[in-house]
């Protein structure tokens, strides 16, 4: 059963706490993004990644960090910096190489912080 | 401002009836344009994907026009069942060197009820 998971599906911290959420594909995938999704506005890229050790900001990196020691992984942690980290959070996938290359999501994290 | 408009913001319609969705964007360089079904709680999943060269495509009861000179699009759902209430996400790939950077509307709610 291939595809993208996340988990946990919901997540409740503290203020003041680093959280980390995790995102696996077993679709081969070179490239693993990051978005943040709030009511009412578009998703935003917080990071992706094109290769394994390899990652680039997106626009909104501040207050997150993340990591791609393996092809099929890329944990997000969203740190006490991050000012409003309420959100839900979308992770996904692609070849890399070309813009038609398609995207494909996972069922996402609800992240509440207290 | 938001390189991809939306519109309506929500609407409700009765099951079987017909109904419209709007995008306009002004994302540039151009390199395709999707539509995509977000179920709520879940991550988006691809209706269609539009080239520029493309006008109308189709997949069963969605059908999406892509008007590349005056930069709107539309998705158009027949005969609307209770499985179509979601949010519908309008998302225009702009062109880089080897990938394409997703640019999101913040989407239609759509109701249909019995």
């Known amino acids: 059963d291939g595809g993208i998971t996340q988990s946990p599906k919901y997540l409740f911290r503290k203020e003041g706490q680093n959280v980390t959420l995790s995102c696996e594909q077993n679709l081969n995938h070179d490239a693993m993004y990051w978005y943040r999704q709030d009511p009412g506005q578009g998703l935003r890229l917080i990071y992706y990644s094109q290769i394994v050790n390899d990652f680039q900001k997106g626009d909104i990196a501040e207050g997150y960090s993340v990591s791609r020691e393996k092809k099929e992984s890329f944990p997000l942690t969203v740190t006490s910096a991050q000012k409003n980290p309420t959100a839900f959070y979308l992770c996904?996938?692609?070849?890399?190489?070309?813009?038609?290359?398609?995207?494909?999501f996972g069922p996402g994290t609800r992240l509440t912080v207290t | 401002k938001n390189q991809v408009e939306q519109s309506p913001q929500s609407l409700i319609i009765l099951e079987g009836k017909n109904c419209t969705l709007q995008?306009?964007?002004?994302?540039?360089?151009?390199?395709?344009l999707r539509w995509y079904k977000q179920d709520t709680g879940r991550g988006p999943v691809s209706l269609t994907i539009m080239t520029f060269s493309e006008n109308t495509k189709s997949n069963g009861r969605y059908t999406a026009t892509l008007d590349a000179d005056t930069k709107q699009s539309s998705l158009h759902i027949t005969a609307s069942q209770l499985s179509d209430s979601a949010s519908y996400i309008c998302?225009?790939?702009?062109?880089?060197?080897?990938?394409?950077?997703?640019?999101f509307g913040s989407g239609t709610q759509v109701v249909v009820t019995p």
């Open positions: 998302v225009v790939i702009r062109q880089t060197d080897s990938w394409g950077k997703l640019q």
């Open positions: 996904a996938s692609s070849i890399w190489g070309s813009s038609t290359y398609e995207q494909y």
């Open positions: 995008c306009n964007y002004t994302v540039s360089p151009f390199s395709n």
